[in-house]
């Protein structure tokens, strides 16, 4: 009962159609509730208790700093039932391209088989729930089995499931502790032309049942039609307005595809889920997105992160602005690349862990929020890790030792901790997409994930804490994570031939002797700390070792995370880390203070007072003092959001010179030139081609604003239009588009 109110009695919440069956059983769960909190809990206060949680509950969907999460395709992993399967050419189990009828009734067996929980895993990126196009690709003969070919955002795929079971998987989960997080990809619906050729489904969409759009027959403009004319991703702007292979483009500034957009994901918020991956962020714009995302944290604020598909080591700037400014965080592509370069691939890359080390480095510069960003080894668009390590298993359980103690969200591709590799015939999609295998929980791999999961959970340095290298060659990656007190030292060699002697390591670790957290499974033993000097270890081929200091009560409060990254006055966010105490203290955003809704030692939720916007910093208090780092960037809105399509006519520039906006919001840089929104985009056919420069913007809803165009040279000089600002009132809701000649 008591996990009945924990867990499921907060996440009904957000399912309104069913809070009124469930009032009356809410209502006895909660008595049941305080009698046994009374019993269990003698010493504190039962509404404490309940408001407050820790910042490891399953509650706490805004962030998933403490969790580890696994992707699972759907239609690969447990056909739970085979009543469901879909009948005709789709279908071919035999067929690694057809749908194989793997649902939700089976993810909710292995939820209720624990065979989850047993490893430790506390979140589930599941394939996208809505209901796609019937649809066989004529170039290469694939079904929608993966659900990326949306033709219903609203209605559930029938192949997976009820609408009830995907509520019971939801509902299972969370009784679990577990979180649920949906692929969704607002970019497109299916295939409309190939080859020149119209094809049978056209790219449909339906609302709920109801007819929208096709895409060759589109009065209303629903989506993007640039795809005539050319399909290039040689800039980002063609990646954003060109098709991607072929699939009818979703034109999100169009006011009825922004709103069905926003009113469909709140189908599943309220269904319950945590958390949102969304596919394909490359090909939108950053402005409709932010839009979208703000929309999406006023409801419910889940944690969301996007796929910006990179396959380097190397910074990607476009990609990290979008990190830094769309609200939500990304799959880290350049740590996978980096770590399958270091580990799988290490015989043909030349890639060290020296060079690991410093594409880490790199990237925390790179990044405002790195410990957000969510790794991965593999997943279900390229090659398996097992087949890159050459089937090496220690290969693999190396990587997941590395992989599940640095900064970032883990993520693991399901099959992985089985030591599947990609299925005979061929390396990638559809062969790393083969049913799963087994579910041993007896392999090393498993046995990896279940000892270093749960301290994601406890110590805080791997959730929150910066990183450290202590001692590093080319073999030999030793690092420490910290936050406060709490320490995370992982000892990791790759070399599978030659040990080495680990001589003049230091660590934070206070004065003590500590186990190996792995328990010995990759031959690691114990160290002795002195005066932050470690005994002599050493650390044999193939070995790694996790030692770990968790503080108990960090006195002065330290802040971890604050989620979600991007608010307004108004909302609530949670703000995660350790010292915070039992009593409520304040948390001040800039020069306001903030209204305190709940409060524990590791998990405050706060709204954000009014009087603030752009980029604050967050510091709490509590008896003890303040936080001695403020929490620095917290971007806070002016407001509701809407997408404007800003354009201009007639600005004629030297070559290597763009053209920006700023204005008068801190969505448009407060005037402040080095924050001007672009460079703008002039390429588009149907949008906009130089001389006219466009570009689609989140700005405050219903607001007046102004705004000027600027010059900026490649030498950073910057040339601004003459005359009086451009004065726009931006719409209440959805989006807007204003065009202006170059003054
Ligand atoms: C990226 C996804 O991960 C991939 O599997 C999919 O085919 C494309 N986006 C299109 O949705
Ligand atoms: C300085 C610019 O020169 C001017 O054109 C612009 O209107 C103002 N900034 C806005 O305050
Ligand atoms: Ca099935």
């Not at 949008?687 to 219903?702: E, H, K, L, M, R």
Request: proline share 4%.
């Amino acid at each position: 009962i008591r996990d009945c109110l924990l867990s499921r009695g907060l996440g009904d919440v957000y399912k309104r159609q069913r809070v009124l069956n469930s009032v009356l059983v809410v209502i006895i769960a909660f008595l049941f509730g305080l009698i046994s909190l009374f019993a269990l809990l003698p010493k504190t206060n039962v509404f404490a208790q309940a408001d407050s949680g820790s910042d490891a509950d399953v509650g706490n969907y805004s962030s998933m700093s403490t969790d580890v999460i696994y992707q699972i395709v759907t239609d690969r992993f447990v056909d739970g039932d085979p009543s469901n399967n879909p009948t005709g050419e789709i279908y071919d189990k035999n067929n690694l391209r057809k749908y194989h009828g793997g649902d939700w009734a089976g993810i909710t067996q292995k939820l209720n088989e624990n065979y989850f929980t047993n490893m430790g895993v506390t979140a589930l990126w599941i394939s996208s729930p809505v209901q796609n196009s019937d649809y066989i690709d004529p170039s290469n003969g694939c079904a929608p089995y993966h659900g990326y070919w949306g033709r219903d955002f609203f209605t559930p795929n029938q192949y997976f499931g009820t609408m009830e079971e995907f509520e019971e998987l939801v509902d299972t989960a969370h009784a679990k502790g577990i979180k649920v997080i949906i692929d969704f990809a607002p970019n497109h619906t299916s295939f409309a032309v190939y080859d020149g050729v119209i094809q049978p489904n056209d790219g449909v969409l339906y609302r709920d049942g109801e007819y929208v759009s096709t895409y060759s027959n589109d009065p209303n403009g629903i989506f993007n039609h640039v795809s005539d004319q050319w399909a290039e991703f040689d800039t980002w702007e063609h990646t954003v307005y060109a098709p991607l292979f072929g699939l009818a483009d979703l034109n999100q500034q169009n006011a009825t595809t922004d709103q069905y957009l926003k009113d469909a994901i709140k189908v599943w918020l309220d269904a319950g889920v945590d958390g949102i991956r969304v596919d394909a962020v490359k090909h939108m714009s950053l402005g409709w997105q932010k839009n979208w995302v703000s929309d999406i944290y006023d409801y419910k604020p889940v944690f969301i992160f996007g796929e910006w598909s990179h396959s380097a080591t190397t910074s990607e700037p476009n990609m990290e602005n979008f990190a830094n400014e769309s609200g939500m965080s990304l799959l880290d592509f350049r740590y996978n690349t980096a770590i399958r370069s270091a580990l799988a691939n290490a015989m043909t890359s030349g890639y060290t862990m020296v060079d690991f080390h410093n594409t880490m480095m790199a990237m925390e510069q790179d990044y405002d929020f790195i410990n957000d960003q969510v790794t991965f080894l593999d997943n279900h668009d390229q090659s398996r890790f097992m087949t890159e390590a050459g089937y090496n298993e220690l290969t693999l359980d190396i990587a997941f030792t590395l992989q599940m103690t640095s900064r970032g969200i883990p993520c693991i591709y399901y099959g992985t901790e089985q030591y599947m590799a990609d299925a005979a015939g061929g390396k990638s999609d559809p062969y790393n997409r083969a049913d799963m295998t087994g579910f041993d929980q007896s392999t090393r791999a498993y046995q990896i994930i279940s000892k270093l999961a749960p301290l994601r959970k406890t110590n805080p340095a791997l959730a929150y804490g910066s990183t450290q290298q202590r001692w590093l060659n080319n073999d030999v990656y030793v690092f420490e994570r910290v936050f406060g007190d709490s320490v995370v030292m992982t000892a990791i060699n790759r070399n599978q031939s030659s040990g080495y002697q680990l001589e003049n390591l230091m660590s934070s670790l206070p004065n003590g002797t500590y186990y190996d957290v792995l328990g010995n499974l990759l031959g690691g033993g114990n160290i002795t700390v002195t005066n932050g000097s470690v005994s002599d270890y050493y650390l044999g081929a193939g070995q790694c070792a996790v030692w770990q200091y968790t503080a108990d009560d960090e006195g002065t409060p330290i802040i971890g995370n604050i989620n979600p990254k991007m608010s307004k006055p108004g909302n609530t966010v949670t703000i995660t880390g350790r010292g915070f105490g039992d009593t409520t203290g304040s948390v001040a955003f800039g020069t306001a203070n903030a209204q305190i809704v709940s409060w524990s030692d590791s998990m405050i939720k706060a709204i954000v007072p009014g009087g603030v916007a752009g980029e604050v910093d967050v510091v709490v208090t509590n008896a003890n003092g303040t936080s001695s780092e403020a929490f620095a960037g917290f971007d806070v809105l002016s407001g509701a959001q809407v997408s404007v399509r800003f354009k201009v006519n007639n600005a004629t520039t030297d070559y290597g010179t763009n053209v920006y906006i700023v204005g008068s919001v801190p969505e448009l840089g407060s005037w402040d030139t080095t924050k001007a929104i672009g460079p703008l985009f002039n390429d588009t056919p149907t949008i906009g081609v130089y001389p006219t420069w466009f570009y689609d913007i989140s700005v405050p809803a219903n607001t007046q604003i102004e705004y000027k165009f600027i010059k900026i040279d490649g030498a950073g000089n910057v040339v601004w239009e003459s005359g009086m600002n451009h004065v726009y009132t931006t719409p209440a809701s959805n989006t807007g588009e204003v065009t202006v000649n170059w003054q």
